[in-house]
């Protein structure tokens, strides 16, 4: 199977913060994806990162660490609209994208 | 309108039948892709293609074939259509060319949801 790893399912409180876990292993390695897919609807671009550090942008920041082979999403005030999975992909030295499963977030009111 | 499209949007059939898969883009992009999406197993590159004279396989192309008639249509056909190809399928397009600064992020169509009986 694919060397990257994030949770099946995640559950969390509207207005509260989550933060979503990806760890991969690879030999090359050109940036590390998130996207976010609602039921039914394709995915959506939320963050690039290939640089280690925080990528702020709104309420959705990403995190990542070359040296771990490890990234986070981090999602703040969430809504209720914010229920969808989060796909995780890191892009090889092919350039060619290998995606997680997906965490499917729950949000509960 | 959307910038990569898909059609048909759902589409039934039996076992043996062809199947064909269009996708059209108006963004421009010379990179286009196809993945199949089964539950708990994420995405799946089937084909993917950097320009009209340039198909590659991908990590599950057995029982799949493609088309790229131009720089805007990249076509997935199943030739002989077998209930475990039932899934929802994407097409996507990527601005990443070489020597450029672009991520390579992925532009997805609407997908494409087929049931083979």
């Known amino acids: 199977g694919q060397n990257i790893d994030q949770p099946t399912e995640m559950t969390a409180t509207e207005g509260a913060i989550v933060q979503i876990n990806c760890t991969y292993q690879?030999?090359?390695?050109?940036?590390l994806f998130w996207y976010q897919q609602h039921a039914g609807e394709a995915p959506t671009f939320l963050s690039y990162?290939?640089l280690d550090g925080l990528e702020e942008k709104g309420r959705f920041s990403s995190f990542l660490s070359r040296s771990k082979g490890y990234s986070y999403l981090l999602l703040k005030e969430l809504q209720m609209k914010d229920s969808a999975s989060y796909l995780c992909?890191?892009?090889?030295?092919?350039?060619?994208?290998?995606w997680g499963a997906g965490t499917k977030l729950i949000i509960k009111p | 309108d959307a910038d990569v499209t898909q059609t048909p949007r759902n589409r039934i059939t039996k076992t043996g039948k062809r199947i064909m898969l269009e996708c059209s883009q108006t963004?421009?992009?010379?990179?286009m892709y196809w993945y199949r999406q089964d539950p708990g197993l994420g995405l799946r590159l089937i084909y993917y293609?950097?320009?009209?004279?340039?198909?590659n396989k991908g990590e599950i192309s057995d029982g799949y074939s493609v088309s790229r008639q131009a720089q805007a249509k990249f076509s997935l056909s199943l030739e002989s259509a077998i209930p475990n190809q039932t899934a929802l399928y994407f097409c996507?397009?990527?601005?990443?060319?070489?020597?450029?600064?672009?991520?390579?992020?992925?532009?997805f169509g609407e997908g494409s949801r087929l049931t083979v009986l």
């Open positions: 963004k421009g992009h010379d990179r």
């Open positions: 996507a397009t990527s601005d990443l060319s070489s020597g450029d600064t672009n991520t390579g992020e992925l532009f």
């Open positions: 293609s950097f320009d009209v004279k340039d198909i």
């Open positions: 990162n290939v």
């Open positions: 690879t030999s090359g390695f050109n940036g």
């Open positions: 992909a890191y892009m090889d030295s092919n350039y060619q994208l290998i």
